[in-house]
């Protein structure tokens, strides 16, 4: 058992992001608390020894000493409880930062390798019991310890009982030790079952709509129900161990306690034993069994805490299959040039992009455009990147975009989204989360446009917003999106089909919103609205991750079939 608890709490150590002062004080306070407490049934006895021979001012002393030495352990456990509670909020602290600063370096094949319902239970669940396992590591030390110290002082009364003692730990540990490790198999064998149930979960609230209307549900339910099904059954299981752990194993030591009795009485009448030693030994075996237990429910807390710690640690050392660089250049005065030169992109192997290049001036407006799986999305993702290019160079001011730090580069480079994500909370602290100024969001509404709704609403920019923004409407969610990237002053702003969402009156403020961006910004747009392509300086047009043609849009009209396929499909009203 001590050498696999070592392993998991060398694990654990690895990651836990612990204090070293309070992990110490933690210690210190432990080891004392646990020294009055072994010190407790010693003093009990030498009590009813001056009792026994009558000697009132020993025993008036040893009283003394144990109200003492019961008000120094109190103290200790008091401060031990306030260092694991810093050392828990420190660690829990420490752990989200880290989770969410891994997730901002993570690549396309990240969620193929961490499905959601994983990542979601890591940070709902796993780092609190990871914060809170530093107590259990102590524990486990220092009841160690306790219990050594417990042993050698009955031995030194009578060895007999210690033995029957050492006989009754290894009887119970045994037992529990095997029923722990049952609950911990079947406690995982659950752990998986909860993680497919929340990833299928997630996944059809994610598609609700399409589930309600192609009436999927009746399908749907019987896959969760198979789901539950192997998670009863191995909480069942569970379930039984937990009898056997926490019930049936009492009888072997009321069985053991009843024969220590036994062999004190009949020291006691043979003359060996007085009292004294009878209620000491007595006191500690019942003490040494608690430890015992204690021990073992440190065990397994760590045992079954080592799970989330190698769930966490399949995060943390996810390796990314080409992992996105980030410098450190602070250079913040961009006038907003973009290029790609013989810019490739592949993906397990499939050639998404490939050999595109393309300069885009400050201030320039340009349209990409193309039939879907062309490339355009994976194009904004390079430059947002989301990516690395498998051969070729990106530059923002002819300084290679990696060179930026991500701070830097994310202040600079900004995008609006097809399908905005809206936070459950005011519109003023959705805003809030790029420019806390107030001026700064309503002129950013004006020039998005949407101010003036804000404004009839009853609580107007204090308004909530349910999650993801369902009591607005899609393109009202747009615009706020729209403001919200506004805030940003970034340099370049790349909008991804921004227009796909919103009613044709909203639409129809899109071109000049454009026009205004453009004045201070370079903007880059996926587009599928020839109104928009109208407007754009430069149309760049893509077809199986190449650059087949670019222009504006009367001399791509003139001399590319594609394009003018592209402006046909969606004057009929086809979908690109």
Request: net charge positive; proline share 2%; aromatic share 10%.
């Amino acid at each position: 058992m001590f050498r696999e608890q070592g392993k998991f709490i060398r694990e654990y150590l690895k990651v836990a992001e612990l204090n070293p002062f309070y992990f110490a004080c933690a210690v210190f306070t432990s080891v004392f608390a646990k020294a009055a407490a072994v010190a407790r049934p010693f003093i009990a006895a030498l009590i009813i020894k001056a009792l026994t021979e009558q000697n009132a001012g020993d025993t008036y002393m040893y009283i003394g000493i144990f109200a003492v030495v019961y008000i120094f352990y109190r103290a200790m456990l008091f401060l031990n409880w306030r260092v694991f509670t810093h050392n828990m909020i420190y660690s829990y602290q420490n752990l989200q930062d880290k989770v969410f600063s891994k997730l901002l370096s993570v690549d396309y094949n990240f969620n193929k390798k961490i499905s959601r319902g994983k990542l979601l239970n890591v940070i709902n669940t796993d780092l609190f019991e990871i914060g809170e396992m530093n107590n259990e590591v102590v524990e486990f030390f220092t009841t160690t310890i306790e219990i050594i110290v417990v042993a050698i002082i009955a031995f030194r009364f009578n060895i007999f009982v210690s033995l029957l003692m050492l006989a009754s730990i290894f009887v119970y540990a045994a037992i529990r030790t095997h029923a722990d490790r049952r609950f911990n198999f079947f406690w995982w064998k659950c752990q998986l079952e909860n993680d497919k149930f929340s990833s299928f979960l997630n996944q059809i609230l994610t598609g609700l709509q399409e589930v309600k209307v192609f009436n999927m549900l009746s399908h749907l339910h019987g896959h969760l129900d198979r789901i539950q099904d192997r998670y009863d059954k191995n909480y069942a299981n569970q379930r039984s161990q937990v009898t056997l752990r926490d019930n049936d194993v009492n009888y072997t030591v009321y069985l053991f306690r009843t024969i220590i009795f036994i062999v004190c009485l009949i020291s006691m009448m043979s003359g060996h034993m007085e009292i004294d030693i009878l209620i000491m030994l007595v006191a500690y075996h019942e003490q040494i069994i608690s430890y015992t237990g204690n021990l073992i429910d440190s065990s397994v807390k760590i045992r079954l805490t080592n799970a989330a710690v190698k769930r966490l640690d399949s995060i943390m050392n996810y390796r990314a299959v080409a992992p996105v660089e980030f410098g450190n250049l602070e250079l913040d005065h961009i006038s907003g040039a973009l290029s790609m030169k013989n810019v490739s992109l592949d993906i397990n192997h499939q050639k998404i992009l490939k050999n595109i290049s393309f300069n885009i001036r400050p201030r320039e407006v340009v349209a990409i455009v193309g039939y879907p799986g062309s490339g355009k999305t994976k194009l904004f993702d390079l430059i947002l990147r989301l990516y690395k290019p498998t051969h070729g160079k990106i530059t923002l001011d002819n300084i290679d975009i990696n060179e930026f730090s991500r701070d830097i580069y994310a202040s600079n480079v900004t995008v609006a989204n097809q399908v905005p994500f809206i936070f459950n909370t005011s519109i003023r602290k959705n805003l809030g989360l790029v420019d806390p100024d107030i001026k700064h969001q309503i002129d950013a509404c004006k020039t998005a446009g949407i101010h003036n709704f804000i404004e009839t609403l009853p609580l107007g920019y204090n308004t909530i917003l349910r999650e993801n923004g369902g009591n607005i409407s899609g393109g009202q969610r747009q615009m706020i999106s729209i403001a919200r990237t506004l805030l940003t002053n970034a340099e370049i702003f790349l909008l991804d089909d921004i227009s796909t969402s919103l009613d044709p009156d909203t639409a129809k403020l899109i071109p000049r919103l454009i026009k205004n961006i453009r004045k201070d910004h370079t903007v880059i747009m996926i587009t599928k609205k020839p109104e928009l392509m109208k407007i754009a300086d430069r149309i760049i047009v893509l077809d199986h991750g190449e650059i087949v043609a670019s222009g504006t849009h009367g001399g791509l009209i003139k001399r590319s079939a594609l394009y003018r396929a592209l402006q046909v499909m969606q004057s009929s009203g086809g979908d690109l």
